[in-house]
C-alpha cells in the first residue's frame, strides 16, 4: 500500500516536496518511483530511485527536482523546485519489483498510490 501527499496549488518557480508512504515490511527492496498524469494523456515517468539508491529522472525534469528514499521510514520523496505550469498533473508514487529493469516505463510497476494533484499557475 502506498499512500502520497504534499501536493498543492503553488505559483510558478515556487517549490513542492511530495511524500509517499508505503506500508509492509519489504519497501528498502523494491524500486520506487514518481509517475504524473494529466487528464487524457498517457502516464509520465518523472523520477525513480533504485533499490541501491541510483536515481533516474525524466528530462523535463532534470535539473529542477530531486528523488529519494528513507528505507528506515518507508518513505519515499519527490523535491520540486523551479515548478512550471506543465508540471501540472496527478503525481503518482509507484514501487517496483527488482525482476524488472526499466524505470520508465508504468508496466513494470505493480504497486500504486491513489496519487496527489500538483497544480502550478503561471
Known amino acids: 500500500h502506498l499512500k502520497e501527499s504534499g501536493g498543492g496549488l503553488v505559483q510558478a518557480g515556487d517549490s513542492l516536496r511530495l511524500s509517499c508512504e508505503a506500508s509492509g515490511d519489504t519497501f528498502s527492496s523494491y524500486h520506487m518511483a514518481w509517475f504524473r498524469q494529466v487528464t487524457g494523456k498517457e502516464r509520465e515517468f518523472v523520477a525513480s530511485?533504485?533499490?541501491?539508491?541510483?536515481?533516474d529522472y525524466s528530462d523535463s525534469v532534470k535539473g529542477r527536482f530531486s528523488t529519494s528514499r528513507d528505507n528506515a521510514k518507508k518513505m519515499t520523496y519527490l523535491q520540486m523546485n523551479n515548478l512550471k505550469p506543465e508540471d501540472t498533473a496527478l503525481y503518482y508514487c509507484?514501487?517496483?519489483?527488482?525482476?524488472?529493469?526499466?524505470?520508465?516505463?508504468?508496466?513494470?510497476?505493480?504497486?500504486w498510490g491513489q496519487g496527489t494533484q500538483v497544480t502550478v499557475s503561471s
Open positions: 509507484a514501487a517496483r519489483d527488482r525482476i524488472y529493469t526499466i524505470p520508465q516505463l508504468h508496466t513494470q510497476y505493480g504497486w
Open positions: 530511485t533504485r533499490v541501491g539508491g541510483t536515481t
